[in-house]
């Protein structure tokens, strides 16, 4: 007689409890195939901030490890703003010059480029840390250092979670945007402090879970970030 976990009796044996079920009511979680409990035991493993296959501390990116990341994210979103700005600037010059506009109207018109270009910044920052780490979990910081952005339960993030993430994330820049629009240019300063204020915010929640290294913009929309390569030590 075969065995009750056997292929020919349609069951299977669940890898975290042991339990015998039948075969279509075991998935594969975190590399393991396992039943509803068993699944619910990894996930509250890996909400502790324990490595649920070899039951010790996750190994996770520290604090200082995805700042490079995001430094490097910032250097190529430099880049496309650079060319944004440049652009918009030209379009904005020249139509200064061909209407004759006057010194109240040039100044009028600077406050309106540089608030359209911050504008477009922080939604061209939004849309690029929202594509891409739905389309594959990584930006190319992330590539870079070998990051993943995944679920709390280890699924894909959904494009909601991934556009909600990228919102909160560059909440900081729009403050500077909402400053020029609704203060001038004299506003600028209170900005980028609102900004840096919100970016400590952020990454204290980094620092100060060791455990998990959840950032706030990771709480909010339910994600987390961990090593692509594989390493668990």
Not at 28 to 36: E, L, M, N, P
Not at 139 to 161: A, C, H, N, S
Request: charged share 15%.
């Amino acid at each position: 007689m075969a065995p009750a976990d056997s292929p020919e009796m349609g069951f299977g044996t669940c890898e975290v409890t042991g339990q015998v079920v039948p075969r279509d009511a075991l998935v594969d979680f975190q590399g393991k195939r396992v039943s509803a409990e068993g699944k619910q035991i990894l996930l509250d493993r890996l909400q502790s901030g324990i490595d649920p296959i070899h039951d010790g501390p996750a190994v996770l990116p520290g604090p200082w490890r995805r700042a490079g990341c995001i430094c490097i994210d910032n250097f190529a979103l430099m880049a496309a703003g650079y060319i944004l700005g440049a652009t918009l600037g030209h379009i904005a010059a020249a139509n200064i010059v061909k209407h004759h506009e006057s010194a109240a109207q040039t100044k009028h018109l600077t406050l309106i480029l540089l608030a359209t270009i911050s504008l477009c910044g922080w939604l061209l920052n939004v849309a690029y840390f929202t594509f891409m780490p739905f389309k594959s979990g990584k930006t190319l910081g992330k590539l870079v250092g070998r990051e993943k952005i995944i679920r709390m339960d280890g699924g894909k993030m959904t494009f909601g979670q991934s556009l909600l993430r990228a919102i909160v994330f560059c909440l900081g820049s729009l403050f500077i945007t909402c400053a020029l629009f609704v203060g001038g240019l004299n506003s600028i300063a209170l900005g980028e402090l609102l900004g840096l204020a919100w970016l400590i915010l952020d990454w204290a929640f980094i620092v100060g879970d060791p455990a998990l290294r959840l950032a706030l913009h990771d709480r909010i929309a339910g994600t987390r970030v961990i090593f692509s390569d594989g390493r668990t030590r």
